[in-house]
């Protein structure tokens, strides 16, 4: 039976030239993937043009046959436009950078609806959004929260190191170099007592936000399985070099 459903997709794996693999983030069944057919006619244009990372689309669902591991997807179509981040040089790369890193970051997340919720009221800011270079660091530790692998900025104290093994902040150095020092811990929970609001308040040099964004992807390869270092990076601390 065919079901609707909303959701954002998080990326694009060409399958072949009549297909490819999307993979979405939807608020009812979490991660999963669908094949989706290529139109190859001037009409089918728009349809296509949906593979944009992080649009926000609504579509209806089948479930995998026998033989047919992939799900169905049909009438799918756009649900709320954005108005800047694919046109805009900058918020695009943000956004293939999220694309990226959701992608690893939720695979084996199903259901979650606040997760799905916060993503979609930060993407719908960031569309908006003016200034927004801490953005994309403020995305990863929303979702580290929501999957329960973030401290609160509460347990924090003056002078702590933020243990990346242990995911806590602790007294003294760690023995091992997964850890935040001192200076780039009090940064981290500045940053996690913030929203998308107020998250320009934080004082971040460029060295700090570059720093921040390794360690942080370094921290969900320690505690996601699988999760690689995302190919994006480099990209991303090449345009924030240019502030």
């Known amino acids: 039976m065919w079901q609707k459903e909303v959701g954002i ?8 030239d009549k297909s490819s693999i999307i993979h979405i983030f939807s608020r009812e069944q979490g991660y999963t993937s669908y094949m989706f057919y290529l139109a190859k006619n001037s009409k089918g244009a728009a349809k296509n043009a949906l593979l944009q990372p992080l649009t926000k689309i609504e ?6 046959t026998q033989g047919k591991p992939l799900q169905h997807l049909s009438q799918i179509r756009n649900r709320a436009p954005y108005n800047s981040i694919p046109f805009h040089p900058v918020k695009r790369a943000i956004a293939l950078y999220l ?48 999957l329960g ?9 003056q002078g702590y190191y933020f243990d990346m093994n242990e995911g806590e902040y602790v007294e003294t150095e760690p023995s091992h170099r997964d850890f935040l020092d001192r200076q780039l811990s009090y940064k981290l929970a ?33 505690h996601i399985p699988l999760f690689p270092k995302l190919k994006s990076i480099d990209i991303l601390e090449e345009i924030f070099s240019e502030e």
């Open 9 to 16: 997709l998080l990326s694009v794996t060409k399958h072949n």
């Open 59 to 64: 579509y209806e669902s089948k479930g995998a």
């Open 99 to 146: 694309s990226e890193f959701l992608t690893y970051a939720l695979k084996n997340e199903e259901n979650n609806a606040p997760l799905y919720v916060a993503i979609e009221d930060a993407l719908e800011w960031f569309d908006n959004a003016e200034q927004y270079s801490n953005f994309h660091l403020l995305t990863m530790i929303l979702v580290a929260r929501h």
């Open 149 to 157: 692998i973030m401290p609160g900025s509460d347990q924090y104290c």
């Open 190 to 222: 500045l940053l996690s007592a913030t929203n998308i609001h107020t998250m320009q308040n934080t004082p971040l040099t460029h060295q700090e936000r570059v720093l921040l964004l390794r360690k942080l992807n370094s921290y969900f390869q320690i």
